[in-house]
């Protein structure tokens, strides 16, 4: 099992980590932890990219993680800048109480 | 062994205990740090796959900016007593681990069933594009479709940093 | 004169069959942190000494010749004391974070450049080899993040110690940090654009040149070849400011403001835990300042380029360097009272971040205007610094055009040099990089 690393090694760590932020999106309740959970899918994402452009030989998986960082930097402070005015005229954050757009 | 096995198969039980930790932990301060240590794994794995600038980058902007933010946010909203939100036991948490679970072995299985072409890679070159240099020149070469996205990606930060401000101001 | 001493300074590639080049990084490691180990407790006498002098006290004058053994006193003192820990803490969070703040400020050292030294290859081919623990591509970017998870140490200790000052003293350090840091990044980005490198020492090369065509070589990597004047001066200002804020001293000491704060983030860490922040804060005052040496001063070059100067190996100006670093903050501290909150963070955002923005594009159209005008009338060369900045050998490029059209990653073969001395003895790598304009 613990033989020399490959690119095979990297893709199944990835898909670990993407699975463990799937969970913690279904699981938690709290929307800053899902925040994270999805941050942590992002990454497990963007390692695939960097693991699949060195086996190729090619710089473009590099690119797509340098552009998925801008994107993630931005997300993040949009949706924490919504859940701070959610936690303002709401007094809470948990995400079962907030349901305006459900009938 | 090589040394990039070494570092890979430490750094990789590290970075998927610290990854179940953050979503067993109930405490969302606890859950932010465990993620920080995730990602500087993940930094690492970039150094090991001679991604030097991307290692960099992740650790300035994930670790040292995206997470700052983030427990800004969670001592802001004075999130971080665990009392703060219980998670009651609920039919969806087994049924969640129960498909992620799934989803792991999925992923993994598919993974089996594919074989990865050769590897193209030549040690050099591989080195030489993790370089500050060679990202710059791919990132602004006009022949390479890389320019216009970069300069969208501009107007997009743009865009983000007027809505968090738009966000924060308004009196709702 | 000058070739007299210089051999001095050259060793032999192998000695006893031992490969000294490969030895350096360790030197390095082993340089450093001996070294800024031992100055701690110096640096803490000499500031005592020196804010004593500006305030006409006497200062520390008890414990040996004139106060000198003093911080050893401390030190023994803090090792003695009691390690009180609070009730109702974050037992494994609290005691993590000064190791956190002590690992990422000594860490940050790695980069550093020290000195060039001088080897001779049994063949007689000179080459150099830089002194410094990790001489790699993203030096000044590595500084940069081991600074900015700084923060962690403070954010863990206010958070986890369970008190309102440490929790705000906590918020304040970091919301600082943040905030400084964006100003720091625009004022190193000018340099960055003119010495077209992210490694340090490339970056302390480009200043070893010629100011214009026909300078006496008294000149060669002086004074007025270092970046702080050819970045127009306002960059190392903006540097500065952002630097003293970084490391939250005085005037910028909000986070442990102690007529509001108590000691801010570390108010409830006594005894060994406290020194541990302290020396943190400390290392990370040599390392922004060394920083700012490297980057701004010249690094190890000497002010001028004759003998006396020269003769002083290069890690001894770097020492002096950051040494003028920190009587800088003594001096600050021992004149000017601490900011308000509010107008520390408009200084921030709204003072030197545009600033260093505006400044950022006067460079880098002062640096396209200069390749403009040098390519209409080629005598303007002779004013500009001498010698492209980041220079590469020349190499034949036999790929025609059409090739490099057809092939967008696999642009046309140019022999390329790790590190831009010729007579380099690492493995020569043949990379594949398009031909980069040398003027």
Not at chain 3, 12 to 17: I, N, R
Not at chain 3, 273 to 290: C, D, N, Q, R
Request: aromatic share 10%; net charge neutral; with cysteine.
């Amino acid at each position: 099992m613990f033989s020399d690393v490959g690119t095979q090694h990297y893709l199944i760590l990835s898909a670990v980590l993407f699975s463990i932020g799937v969970m913690g999106v279904l699981i938690k309740r709290n929307p800053i932890v899902i925040f994270m959970c999805v941050e942590l899918m992002l990454n497990a994402v963007n390692v695939t990219f960097v693991a699949l452009g060195r086996h190729f030989g090619q710089i473009n998986g590099q690119m797509y993680v340098i552009f998925a960082l801008a994107v993630a930097a931005a997300e993040v402070s949009v949706g924490l800048g919504i859940i701070v005015a959610i936690f303002r005229s709401r007094e809470t954050i948990d995400i079962n109480e907030v349901n305006l757009m459900k009938f | 062994m090589s040394g990039e096995s070494v570092g890979f198969w430490i750094l990789s039980l590290i970075s998927v205990f610290s990854a179940i930790m953050m979503i067993v932990t109930k405490n969302p301060v606890r859950s932010a740090l465990n993620l920080v240590i995730t990602f500087l794994c993940v930094a690492v794995f970039y150094i090991l796959m001679s991604a030097q600038f991307l290692a960099a980058v992740q650790v300035i902007v994930y670790a040292g900016a995206i997470m700052v933010l983030f427990l800004f946010v969670i001592m802001l909203l004075n999130l971080g007593s665990p009392e703060a939100l219980i998670e009651k036991g609920t039919i969806q948490k087994p049924i969640a681990v129960g498909l992620g679970i799934f989803f792991v072995v999925l992923l993994i299985w598919s993974q089996a069933l594919i074989t990865l072409p050769q590897a193209e890679s030549r040690a050099e070159v591989t080195q030489f594009q993790g370089t500050v240099e060679a990202i710059g020149l791919s990132l602004f070469n006009p022949k390479l479709p890389w320019l216009f996205p970069f300069e969208i990606t501009s107007i997009l930060l743009l865009v983000a940093v007027i809505g968090a401000i738009v966000m924060a101001k308004r009196k709702v | 004169m000058l070739e007299k001493f210089n051999h001095l300074f050259i060793f032999p590639e192998y000695f006893h069959g031992v490969h000294l080049p490969s030895l350096v990084p360790y030197i390095a490691v082993v340089g450093c942190v001996g070294f800024i180990l031992t100055i701690l407790p110096m640096l803490i006498w000499i500031e005592r000494v020196v804010l004593a002098l500006m305030q006409d006290r006497s200062g520390p004058n008890r414990v040996g010749p004139r106060g000198l053994l003093q911080s050893t006193a401390d030190v023994v003192k803090l090792f003695f004391k009691e390690d009180a820990r609070p009730k109702n803490i974050d037992v494994s969070l609290y005691h993590i974070a000064p190791s956190i703040a002590v690992i990422t400020s000594i860490s940050a050292a790695a980069t550093l450049p020290l000195q060039n030294i001088h080897f001779e290859h049994a063949n007689g081919v000179p080459f150099t080899v830089p002194l410094t623990a990790g001489n790699v591509n993203i030096g000044l970017l590595y500084i940069l993040a081991m600074s900015s998870l700084q923060v962690y140490g403070v954010v863990m200790a206010g958070w986890s110690s369970n008190n309102k000052y440490s929790l705000l003293g906590g918020l304040r350090a970091s919301a600082q940090l943040i905030s400084y840091e964006l100003a720091m990044g625009l004022a190193l980005l000018c340099v960055i654009v003119m010495a077209g490198s992210l490694q340090l020492n490339k970056i302390v090369d480009s200043q070893n040149i010629l100011p214009f065509a026909g300078a006496p070589e008294i000149l060669r990597g002086s004074v007025l070849c270092w970046f702080w004047i050819r970045s127009l001066i306002v960059p190392v200002v903006v540097y500065t400011i952002a630097m003293i804020a970084e490391t939250n001293r005085a005037p910028f000491d909000l986070p442990e403001a102690e007529s509001e704060l108590v000691a801010g983030f570390h108010t409830e860490y006594t005894s060994l835990k406290f020194a541990m922040f302290f020396t943190a804060e400390y290392v990370a005052m040599l390392i922004v300042s060394g920083l700012n040496a490297a980057m701004f001063w010249g690094g190890p070059l000497p002010p001028l380029n004759v003998v006396p100067f020269t003769l002083i190996p290069g890690f001894v100006w770097m020492i002096i360097k950051i040494m003028g670093g920190v009587f800088f903050y003594t001096w600050l501290r021992g004149t000017l009272p601490r900011l308000r909150y509010d107008a520390l963070m408009n200084l921030g955002w709204k003072r030197l971040l545009p600033i260093g923005l505006v400044w950022l594009f006067i460079i880098a159209g002062m640096n396209l205007g200069t390749d403009l005008l040098i390519e209409r009338y080629p005598a303007v060369k002779n004013l500009v610094p001498q010698e492209a900045r980041f220079t590469e050998p020349e190499a034949p490029s036999s790929a025609s055009p059409g090739q490099a059209d057809a092939a967008a990653d696999e642009p046309e073969p140019v022999q390329y040099n790790a590190l831009s001395n010729p007579g380099q003895p690492a493995i020569p790598i043949s990379r594949t990089l398009p031909a980069r304009r040398v003027r």
